[in-house]
T-cell receptor
Framework: AQSVTQLGSHVSVSEGALVLLRCNYS??????LFWYVQYPNQGLQLLLK??????LVKGINGFEAEFKKSETSFHLTKPSAHMSDAAEYFC???????????FGQGTELSVKP | DGGITQSPKYLFRKEGQNVTLSCEQN?????MYWYRQDPGQGLRLIYY???????QKGDIAEGYSVSREKKESFPLTVTSAQKNPTAFYLC????????????FGSGTRLTVV
């Protein structure tokens, strides 16, 4: 069965520092992978997705993620954190049976001035 | 603009009452989903529907019911059998033509007192 593990429920960085949010997945078939961002009391917004094209995927707001099959990882990075990046981030993998996404537990990112 | 409308944004109900959460979409997406979000538990799938007049249980369907009479609408009823209904509820649609990514509504926060 597909599963997603996000390492670290809370990550804190200083403004201008590198952001690294970790995601590992298990999948029996080549997966589709996603990162979503959620601001308080709002829905989830798609940051980026991997759908078997380029392994380095660029998304909105300066975020990018690299698909590494050998490590079953899809970590999210941003070179320089901004205060507006403070939010909760979810990694997700597609269920091969069709349609459903399996979500990780989420990582809350705090950005210190 | 195309999108998903969840209403109301905030909902308060007394214990023992049934309550229906609305989800309407004009994206022309076939599949719709209901998730429940609790702090530290990520997103858990309640019900989903891939076509009109058909729906399937997710991981936590007990105490909930749905209908899918129209492509645009997928209401969720939280019944009195749901033991702990206070949560943030998210509706999503699936765009199969875009790598199976979800589009989310803005959510409904249900508080049962």
């Amino acid at each position: 069965a597909q599963s997603v593990t996000q390492l670290g429920s809370h990550v804190s960085v200083s403004e201008g520092a590198l952001v690294l949010l970790r995601c590992n997945y298990s999948s029996s078939v080549p997966p589709y992978l996603f990162w979503y961002v959620q601001y308080p009391n709002q829905g989830l917004q798609l940051l980026l997705k991997y759908t078997s094209a380029a392994t380095l995927v660029k998304g909105i707001n300066g975020f990018e993620a690299e698909f590494k099959k050998s490590e079953t990882s899809f970590h999210l990075t941003k070179p320089s954190a901004h205060m507006s990046d403070a939010a909760e981030y979810f990694c997700a993998v597609s269920d091969p049976s069709g349609g459903k996404l399996i979500f990780g537990q989420g990582t809350e990112l705090s950005v210190k001035p | 603009d195309g999108g998903i409308t969840q209403s109301p944004k905030y909902l308060f109900r007394k214990e023992g009452q049934n309550v229906t959460l609305s989800c309407e979409q004009n994206l022309n997406h076939d599949a719709m989903y209901w998730y429940r979000q609790d702090p530290g538990q990520g997103l858990r799938l309640i019900y989903y529907s891939q076509i009109v007049n058909d729906f399937q249980k997710g991981d936590i369907a007990e105490g909930y019911s749905v209908s899918r009479e129209k492509k645009e609408s997928f209401p969720l009823t939280v019944t009195s059998a749901q033991k702990n209904p206070t949560a943030f509820y998210l509706c999503a649609t699936l765009d199969a033509g875009q790598g199976y990514g979800y589009t989310f509504g803005s959510g409904t926060r249900l508080t049962v007192v």
